[in-house]
């Protein structure tokens, strides 16, 4: 992983140097591994970007120096976050919502707390952070209770977080030297499978200058995928196979523990 | 070793998967039950989804009802015409069960129909188990002979019409109690992830009066139709059964199996049974103060089923 990261330092060095002159800042990133198998002995993985910040002669000083924020959005997905109640003394699921197309997985990692990178309404307009994400609900009987405190939002960004799914850094991104950076995207044991973008914002005094995004893709590989796809799409040969796997090993241990 | 269980979603430890395979086998063996009945709530409360756990345990029960049903079948110990009759109960019990679980979890009210299925259920038969074995065990201490089969005794179920002669079993009863029997272990098993051993052996005992003979092997024959074909229907309609999973259980359960029925033939009937009372009541008992006691979190997340 070292010696991995210390290359792409290097090409991002070389990257630096021979690019074109602009007016502002340019930003510069590259991913550790843009490719992340699930195998059978997954349980998580943790890529590292490295960015770098290109400015030339006519670049403007700038003294508050540089932000970075960002946001690495996993598949979309269709949850339904329930919400339990006594119903005759037993506690049953009274109430949901559907929550359409949201993300499966969302890292937001920055050098410092988003409030001080810039103000409310920036973050608001650019959906920065877990409290400005778009979560859209299906309408339901009371649409009101769509706002950001509404309980169900706050349950489902709660419920992925303790998945890991979800997670919000405030040091997530260092810079090592002013102009360039590294995060590390932790990927946990039940990331799902897809396509993953990942965005980078750079931030001057509140403002965002730059941007740059990538994707990533996480896939199962060999008999995982081979099961899953398997499972999916011919699901009736599937449980022909399992059950006669099941007829097979119940046969199996009667020949092997014959005692008669 | 950490293995990725590709339809759970979950990477779990595959000795830990193992063990409790083997455990539950040797008590499965021990009593002459499919086990799935303490499987399915393991698997809970290891994290598996509780519909990923039923699905899967049905092949599972498959597999050690198949192992059973073989050496019984040496032993000549099975009646064929019975299975039969049973079995045309339990394909469409099965079917049903299969049906209302894949309702229930459209509408988000899987797990709670399956809590609420186990505590009826286990505390049912449990408290029976536990009563009637204190009973006989009592019963023998005082020096008086333990009434198994009262063979004189007809209850109204030989009154039905439609009889039918089971001649391995030395029994005539009518085919309708014997169908709804089926229908009531096939539906169960589906919706609940339990083999339905349990219930059969006291059923076909209490109300058919089938001798003891056969009363094991046939019931295992039904398990293991009802459960194979549970796996089938399970695996065409809601894509739940982990085959990894139910592999591992397998290979522990029939293990387990062998050196519990060893460990049980150096029992007494009826303080297996009692034991067996007990298991059933404390896993109905886990169930219930689930469902009592109030949740640390009142939320849960689930992705969305299709076809809603």
């Known amino acids: 992983m070292i010696g991995r990261a210390l290359a792409l330092l290097a090409a991002l060095g070389v990257l630096a140097a021979a690019t074109a002159p602009a007016a ?12 992340v198998m699930v195998t059978s002995n997954f349980t998580g993985d943790e890529l590292v970007l490295f960015g770098g910040i290109e400015r030339d002669a006519q670049t403007v000083p700038r003294r508050g120096g540089y932000d970075v924020v960002i946001t690495v959005t996993g598949p979309r997905q269709t949850l339904v976050t329930y919400r339990k109640g006594r119903v005759l003394g037993i506690w049953v699921n009274v109430d949901s919502r559907v929550f359409e197309n949201v993300p499966s997985y969302l890292a937001v990692l920055a050098n410092r707390p988003l409030d001080a990178v810039a103000n409310a309404e920036i973050l608001r307009r650019l959906q920065l952070g877990l409290d400005n994400v778009a979560l859209p609900q299906r309408p339901s009987a009371n649409i009101a209770d769509s706002a950001r405190d509404d309980p169900f939002r706050r349950a489902f960004l709660r419920l992925q977080g303790e998945h890991q799914l979800y997670r919000e850094e405030a040091n997530g991104v260092t810079f090592l030297t002013p102009a360039l950076f590294r995060a ?41 995928q081979f099961v899953t796809s398997t499972a999916r799409d011919h699901g009736l040969l599937y449980g022909l196979a399992t059950s006669m796997m099941a007829l097979l090993t119940g046969w199996f241990a009667s020949v092997v523990f014959r005692r008669d | 070793v950490q293995i990725y269980l590709p339809i759970a979603d979950l990477p779990v430890n595959i000795f830990v998967i193992l063990a409790m395979g083997l455990a539950v086998g040797f008590i499965s063996g021990m009593f002459g039950v499919g086990g799935g009945f303490l499987m399915t709530p393991l698997l809970i409360f290891l994290g598996v989804s509780p519909a990923v756990a039923v699905a899967s345990v049905t092949s599972h029960i498959a597999a050690s009802s198949c192992s059973g049903a073989i050496t019984y079948w040496r032993r000549r110990a099975i009646d064929l015409a019975l299975a039969f009759m049973l079995l045309a109960g339990g394909i469409v019990g099965t079917a049903s069960g299969v049906w209302l679980f894949t309702a229930l979890r459209a509408i988000g009210q899987l797990d709670i129909t399956i809590g609420i299925s186990y505590v009826v259920l286990l505390g ?15 019963r023998t201490r005082r020096g008086k002979p333990v009434e198994l089969r009262r063979p004189g005794s ?76 549970a796996t089938v229907m399970h695996a065409a309609t809601n894509h739940l059964v982990d085959a990894v999973l139910a592999l591992i259980l397998m290979v522990g359960g029939v293990i387990g199996a062998q050196f519990g029925a060893r460990a049980g033939q150096k029992m007494s009937g009826e303080r297996l049974r009692l034991l067996l009372g007990l298991l059933v009541l404390a896993v109905g008992i886990r169930f219930a103060l689930e469902l009592v006691v109030q949740p640390e979190d009142l939320f849960s997340l689930r992705p969305l089923e299709s076809g809603l």
């Open chain 1, 24 to 35: 502002a800042e340019r930003l510069v990133t590259s991913l550790s591994n843009h490719r």
């Open chain 1, 184 to 224: 590390s995207i932790p990927l946990p044991a039940e990331v799902p499978v897809g396509t993953y973008e990942v965005d980078v914002k750079l931030f001057v005094d509140g403002g965002m200058i730059a941007r740059a995004t990538s994707a990533l893709e996480v896939y199962k590989v060999g008999f995982e």
């Open chain 2, 124 to 138: 049912t038969v449990g408290g029976l188990m536990v009563i009637e074995s204190v009973r006989a065990i009592l």
């Open chain 2, 154 to 229: 007809h209850t109204w179920l030989h009154g039905l019409p439609f009889k039918l002669r089971f001649k391995r079993s030395r029994i005539y009863v009518s085919a309708i109690p014997v169908c709804a029997i089926g229908f009531l272990i096939g539906f169960a098993g589906a919706l609940m992830g339990i083999g339905g051993g349990f219930l059969l052996v006291p059923m076909l005992i209490y109300f058919l009066r089938v001798p003891t003979a056969t009363v094991i092997g046939t019931s295992m024959v039904l398990t293991l139709v009802t459960m194979a074909s």
